[in-house]
């Protein structure tokens, strides 16, 4: 799948939410918005990119950032894992990983040395006009915030 890079459009998506409520890109228009692609809902690398995320929501807020984050996990496992860490932002169920391969964010991995298929931890700052702003595959956890911060002008 083509990545993505600085001025391309954001692919449009709906996908389902935790309370199994349908949220859109569309639905962000006219906000800045991450969104953020991790591999498994409680996992130990996807609850410190959602802490972090969720610790840094004053200072996201203050950028006028609006965040989602999207897993293959069903609805009721982003529930769960909301409920859990108390994150309380969009987690948006995507298990054909539809919207992943149209965001360059699902494709092939090396893990202890085996390769599959699967989400790439990925992010994406978009801006108030549906653009993409700046796209960062392979993010680790921790970096996720900071670099969105980074690219809004903001250390």
């Avoid at 569309?26 to 609850?47: E, H, I, M």
């Avoid at 990983?97 to 992010?123: D, F, N, P, Q």
């Amino acid at each position: 799948m083509p990545k993505l890079s600085a001025n391309d459009a954001a692919p449009d998506f709906q996908l389902p939410d935790q309370h199994d409520h349908p949220v859109k890109l569309a639905d962000f228009r006219g906000q800045k918005l991450l969104v953020y692609f991790y591999p498994k809902a409680d996992t130990p690398g996807c609850t410190r990119q959602a802490c972090s995320i969720r610790d840094a929501r004053e200072a996201l807020r203050d950028l006028g950032l609006a965040v989602v984050g999207i897993s293959p996990d069903q609805p009721a496992k982003q529930q769960k894992f909301d409920a859990k860490y108390n994150l309380s932002f969009p987690l948006l169920a995507d298990p054909d990983h539809r919207v992943a391969e149209a965001y360059g964010a699902w494709g092939e991995k090396t893990r202890y040395g085996k390769k599959s298929l699967g989400i790439i931890r990925s992010s994406f700052l978009i801006d108030v006009a549906g653009k993409i702003v700046a796209a960062w595959y392979g993010v680790k956890p921790e970096d996720t915030v900071p670099k969105a911060q980074q690219a809004l002008g903001r250390n």
